[in-house]
């Protein structure tokens, strides 16, 4: 029975991303200029000349990374547009930032020029895989050692010295560990080394253990709650910082894990990723009146700060799907696969479009479209990994 | 008939305001560490020690101007708070920013620390509007100038140079004449000169009229619309930026417009404030299915890229009440009144919270409640210029 609802899946999955890639093939790719448009209305219409950074970094690592490991995406026209993403991204992108060191940017006019810079780490993380995956599939060393060269960047400021983000150093402002950085961080060292050989894989190594450490910490209140910031000391943070959770990100840091416990054997921290990082925030966030995964929430019960906390995001459901079937295709334990199932049955009764094809990003606690477009400066096509 | 139901009105306008001052008073008031808490919940308890340093300088303005102008509410104890407010502000909010100029913290820890700084004008804008008004009440010239000096360094950031701010200049980031900047710099003219006399009158005379002017190149599209940025050459900017609307800040700068045409005897600018920035915002921004005003839309219809923008929030409504019955009370005009009501009927059956007094702030777009909290980063008490 399960087998047979786990194929239906399977089918219905293809389908929607086969639709997913053929929109995007379809609308997105600016011939004039290069580089890809990523405010896309529902109907495939570009509503803004706009680039931003994170969507043309995935966007070239998607292409890169259906070219490379699914047949029926060998394609020349895929491969051809992701060098051109490629390109763009190379040619644009990066800015000098203060002190000398390289910046990319958040979001470029459609002729390439910079129109802001966060004073995050997240643009050159999207950098990086884009580089990587593309020396990749063209075989490209300099570009290799250029996702390599950024990566040191990034290193040097989350491990070393931070203030060449531009944030000025503020004395109420105490270090954070945020779950994003160590996240992000774990999931560029296995881009960077996967397949690469000794020399690659020993470099990483220490960097990939200790965001396994960092990500660890955020298991907090006696082991019963994932919480998205701690202190550097390990503890929890006052007020709503240290109280917030992201069920999205949790779920995304949990099939991480599981991916480095695989590879390491460490049936410890499978468990752990399982347990807590899986069942944990599904279980606080799941909703139970109107399912779907809610974007943010806080331990303790209060109302979170940030307004759209109660909607639910295309993103964190595709992590859960991720998340869910990894771990039973690894443990084969049943209550897994329904999680997956349940997950499953919201996410493609809601967010895909059967109209104009691509899924619609974010709706409401109650389900409705909240927002219908299907590219906008944080949503691009991000649905890859379930495929893999 | 409409004068019994503007009676009914003020009068339960009369009993939200005592209520609501007696929530801040009773739960906000930090007698440790000094200045207000402004992270409140529902039922009055602080859930967050944090202290914003807008929501800082709008109470402190807000307990001096009730002191000053209403009779019931000339209380020492009102007076007291916002001294000690006050004295929290001077102490803390300034921080030395980039090349020695003095910036307003965004945020600041329980006893003062900075955690935050914006690169805007408007923690300064409400360090001015608290500094200003209290050295009203306390007949204090050293208030009065630092809050002009305070005001000398923004009129320097927006109309010499703004890399004071902290924004690095990029390239495709091109200057933007976004309503919020002459909007709250026309506020605070209104504020510094009200009363003071022909020196201070003279001082920010140019600055009164060059901000109206810059709010009048808000009208587009031949007139029929309220766009919230415009480029410096008057004309509209491409994309989302170019064609976002937001409805309360439109009410908002109507109303700043009408009370200088009051005061300069303009009656052209006076039709201008109600026609183009009453009921253009009104048309475009009002629910027809659900009630309310929407945070943000876009002039084309698009779907705006803010993932809160069908929500209905307490402010734009403030807004619109205070516009529609100061241009009624002017124009006399019944139209005016009738808007008033609708306004009036839709905020006072969805915002008050009945059991524990203060008004909630954040409504779903069917006017469910959305967030619980009384006071959050953004959200105090800002009701008051209803009672003017």
Same mark, same amino acid.
């Given at each position: 029975?399960?087998?047979?609802?786990?194929?239906?899946?399977?089918?219905?999955?293809?389908? %929607?991303?086969?639709?997913?890639?053929?929109?995007?093939?379809?609308?997105?790719?600016?011939?004039?200029?290069?580089?890809?448009?990523? $405010?896309?209305?529902?109907?495939?219409?570009?509503?803004?000349e706009?680039?931003?950074?994170?969507?043309?970094?995935?966007?070239?690592?998607?292409?890169?990374?259906?070219?490379?490991?699914?047949?029926?995406?060998?394609?020349?026209?895929?491969?051809?547009?992701a060098?051109?993403?490629?390109?763009? /991204?190379?040619?644009?992108a990066?800015?000098?930032?203060?002190?000398?060191?390289?910046?990319?940017?958040?979001?470029?006019?459609?002729?390439?020029?910079?129109v802001?810079?966060?004073?995050?780490?997240?643009?050159? $993380?999207?950098?990086?895989?884009?580089?990587?995956?593309l020396?990749?599939?063209?075989?490209?060393?300099?570009?290799?050692?250029?996702?390599?060269?950024?990566?040191?960047?990034?290193?040097?400021?989350?491990?070393?010295?931070?203030?060449?983000?531009?944030?000025?150093?503020?004395?109420?402002?105490?270090?954070?560990?945020?779950?994003?950085?160590?996240?992000?961080?774990?999931?560029?060292?296995?881009?960077?080394?996967?397949?690469? +050989?000794?020399?690659?894989?020993?470099?990483?190594? %220490?960097?990939?253990?200790?965001?396994?450490?960092?990500? /660890?910490?955020?298991?907090?209140?006696?082991?019963?709650?994932?919480?998205?910031?701690?202190?550097?000391?390990?503890?929890?943070?006052?007020? $709503?910082?240290g109280?917030?959770?992201?069920?999205?990100?949790?779920?995304?840091?949990?099939?991480? /894990?599981l991916?480095y416990?695989?590879?390491?054997?460490?049936?410890?921290?499978?468990?752990?990723?399982?347990?807590?990082?899986?069942?944990?925030?599904?279980?606080?966030?799941?909703?139970?009146?109107?399912? +779907?995964?809610?974007?943010?929430?806080?331990?303790?019960?209060?109302?979170?700060?940030?307004? %759209?906390?109660?909607?639910? /995001?295309?993103?964190?459901?595709?992590?859960?799907?991720?998340?869910?079937?990894?771990?039973?295709?690894?443990?084969?334990?049943?209550?897994?696969?329904?999680?997956?199932?349940?997950?499953?049955?919201?996410?493609?009764?809601?967010?895909?479009?059967?109209?104009?094809?691509?899924?619609?990003?974010?709706?409401?606690? %109650?389900?409705?479209?909240?927002?219908?477009?299907?590219? +906008?400066?944080?949503?691009?096509?991000?649905?890859?990994?379930?495929?893999?």
């Open positions: 029975m399960s087998v047979v609802r786990l194929e239906e899946s399977r089918e219905r999955i293809r389908t %929607e991303l086969d639709n997913t890639v053929n929109f995007w093939l379809k609308y997105s790719h600016d011939t004039v200029h290069g580089g890809f448009f990523t $405010c896309i209305g529902r109907d495939g219409k570009v509503y803004d706009l680039k931003y950074v994170w969507l043309q970094g995935r966007q070239v690592w998607m292409y890169c990374r259906l070219y490379r490991t699914m047949d029926r995406f060998r394609k020349p026209e895929i491969l051809e547009a060098k051109a993403g490629g390109a763009f /991204l190379r040619k644009f990066r800015v000098s930032g203060s002190s000398g060191q390289w910046k990319c940017a958040f979001c470029l006019t459609r002729d390439g020029k910079a802001k810079i966060q004073r995050t780490i997240f643009s050159e $993380c999207f950098y990086i895989m884009a580089m990587d995956e020396s990749r599939v063209t075989d490209d060393k300099d570009m290799q050692l250029e996702a390599e060269q950024m990566m040191e960047q990034i290193i040097y400021w989350v491990r070393v010295d931070s203030s060449g983000l531009g944030r000025p150093q503020l004395p109420g402002d105490f270090p954070v560990n945020s779950m994003a950085v160590p996240m992000m961080l774990l999931c560029l060292v296995q881009q960077l080394t996967e397949g690469r +050989g000794q020399e690659v894989f020993q470099k990483y190594r %220490e960097l990939g253990s200790w965001c396994v450490q960092q990500i /660890l910490q955020h298991i907090q209140r006696d082991g019963t709650a994932i919480l998205e910031n701690v202190s550097l000391d390990k503890t929890e943070l006052p007020g $709503c910082q109280r917030l959770q992201n069920p999205g990100h949790a779920l995304e840091a949990g099939w991480f /894990l991916q416990s695989t590879e390491w054997g460490d049936e410890e921290l499978q468990r752990t990723a399982i347990d807590k990082f899986m069942e944990l925030p599904y279980q606080c966030g799941w909703d139970k009146e109107h399912g +779907g995964l809610f974007y943010f929430l806080d331990v303790d019960g209060h109302c979170p700060t940030q307004l %759209e906390w109660s909607m639910k /995001l295309w993103w964190p459901h595709c992590e859960a799907l991720i998340a869910f079937l990894m771990a039973y295709s690894q443990t084969k334990k049943p209550e897994l696969l329904d999680r997956f199932f349940q997950v499953f049955e919201y996410t493609f009764s809601h967010f895909p479009d059967a109209k104009n094809g691509e899924w619609f990003g974010y709706l409401t606690q %109650e389900g409705k479209l909240a927002l219908d477009f299907k590219g +906008g400066p944080f949503k691009g096509k991000d649905i890859i990994q379930m495929w893999n």
